[in-house]
């Protein structure tokens, strides 16, 4: 189904339990989700706490999507600026957008201690810049957020007292969040799986849907299909990400499926591994193509980086990493690189999120661009009340305008090729 690694996948060494059976034969339910990351399970799970009876369908197993291999970074707001948001649907509600997503960050800590999900969350989240330029930005952020939002958890950090928390030359100043934080991905998604399966959503792995009858009346059920068996529901919720592919050809254009990677070292000791991050944050740096890594609890640094537009060699993946590696922490360069794996981003024109319709009772959330830890829970949450009959805050992020991606089915990976070198280019400048 994919063609970004994921054989030296470090997350999957967590042991989980007996795979969930496939769906076989005709089910009926009340709601049917399609997808197994955190935006299905979150939905799953906060339906079947108000009493609807659902299904819930993953083509491989829960996790196998973005939310189980991510860099497991618990970021604030969304991939896009919040001015982006204030042009598409005016102030007002862009400042509940980001109430939801500050909401976001707070549910996933609730689900975590609720489900006493294992995970190890470690708070505190930063940003950092690499020159003057993003000292300003990064500045103006702390003020504006502050200001606009009501946001007063970040704190700007000049570059003197980052040298003693990040023992790195690279960077010149930083934005901590400590309402921010980071958690073992996989771990969460599968602790979700469970919850969902201990409140009674049946969950049916390696049931890849493949085609949709979508009701086109309030009062007809959707019609799901798998390989061997189907779902007849009056709800549904697609929420297959970067993977879902061609199902729903009209949700296809609105996104790009980017190829993202991560490696994870061996371990590096606790006394070595601290003093890489002094505050064990993660850290994000400000490029488009983006640094971002974090110290594990078995003393691994997990590190991500690069984008491409099409499947890549991991060897050649682990390579071109261990490079950014050297150029942020150059004192590791005797340690081994032992697991290398990748996963697709669905990003959209603007990046913001593409939730809406398909159906009047047919829902999507897709389009996290890479920023969809957090969004995903709170999303989830947004369509549990949308089909218990409070379709307001899920409905306000309809109204943000998406366009197809330019050039077409055909025409689209030339595309990309020329976005990512522009990328490249704002990057070196
Ligand atoms: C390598 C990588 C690093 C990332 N790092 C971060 C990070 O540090 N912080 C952050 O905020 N975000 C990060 N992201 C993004 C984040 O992981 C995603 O935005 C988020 O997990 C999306 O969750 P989701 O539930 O919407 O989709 P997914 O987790 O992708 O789940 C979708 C599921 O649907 C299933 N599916 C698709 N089609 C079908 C079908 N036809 N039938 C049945 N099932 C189907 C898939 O198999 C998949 O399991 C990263 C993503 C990647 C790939």
């Not at 042991?15 to 059976?21: E, F, G, T």
């Not at 729903?248 to 061996?266: C, D, M, S």
């Not at 000791?269 to 991050?277: C, M, P, Q, S, V």
Request: charged share 25%; glycine share 10%; net charge positive.
């Amino acid at each position: 189904m994919s063609s970004v690694d994921s054989r030296n996948y470090y997350y999957a060494s967590t042991p989980v339990a007996a795979p969930y059976a496939p769906l076989r034969g005709e089910v009926r339910a009340d709601v049917c989700v399609i997808g197994g990351g955190i935006s299905g399970l979150s939905a799953a799970l906060h339906l079947r706490e108000r009493g609807y009876k659902v299904v819930l369908l993953e083509a491989e197993h829960l996790g196998f999507g973005g939310s189980g291999r991510s860099g497991g970074q618990s970021i604030f707001g969304y991939a896009c600026e919040m001015s982006t948001l204030e042009k598409a649907v005016g102030g007002a509600d862009a400042r509940r957008m980001w109430d939801v997503a500050c909401e976001g960050l707070e549910l996933q800590r609730q689900l975590i201690s609720r489900h006493r999900i294992d995970c190890s969350y470690v708070p505190g989240h930063m940003v950092v810049g690499m020159k003057e330029r993003h000292d300003d930005a990064l500045r103006d952020e702390v003020r504006h957020l502050a200001d606009k939002y009501d946001y007063h958890s970040l704190r700007f950090i000049e570059r003197e007292e980052l040298r003693t928390l990040v023992a790195s030359d690279r960077y010149t100043s930083a934005l901590y969040d400590s309402n921010g934080g980071h958690l073992h991905p996989y771990r969460f998604t599968r602790g979700l799986g469970a919850a969902a399966a201990a409140a009674g959503v049946a969950i049916h792995e390696d049931s890849w849907v493949t085609k949709l009858d979508v009701a086109k009346g309030a009062g007809d059920d959707n019609v799901i299909h798998t390989a061997q068996g189907s779902v007849r529901a009056r709800h549904l919720l697609v929420a297959g990400g970067a993977l879902l592919g061609r199902l729903v050809p009209e949700l296809a254009r609105k996104l790009i499926a980017i190829g993202t990677y991560i490696v994870a070292t061996q371990p590096l000791g606790e006394e070595r591994a601290r003093a890489l991050i002094r505050n064990n944050a993660a850290v994000a740096d400000m490029n488009w193509i983006l640094d971002y890594f974090r110290v594990l609890d078995d003393t691994r640094l997990l590190f991500g980086g690069r984008v491409s537009y099409s499947g890549i060699d991991p060897l050649d993946s682990s390579r071109v990493l261990r490079k950014r590696i050297a150029r942020v922490f150059p004192q590791l360069d005797d340690a081994r690189i032992e697991y290398s794996w990748g996963g697709y981003l669905d990003i959209t024109t603007n990046r913001a999120p593409h939730f809406g319709r398909l159906g009047p009772n047919a829902y999507f959330i897709q389009g996290l661009s890479g920023h969809g830890m957090v969004i995903s829970g709170i999303a989830g949450k947004l369509v549990s009340e949308a089909i218990a009959g409070t379709a307001e805050r899920f409905d306000m992020y309809s109204r943000i305008k998406h366009v197809n991606f330019p050039g077409g089915p055909w025409l689209r990976r030339p595309a990309l090729v020329l976005a990512m070198l522009w990328f490249r280019l704002l990057d070196l400048l």
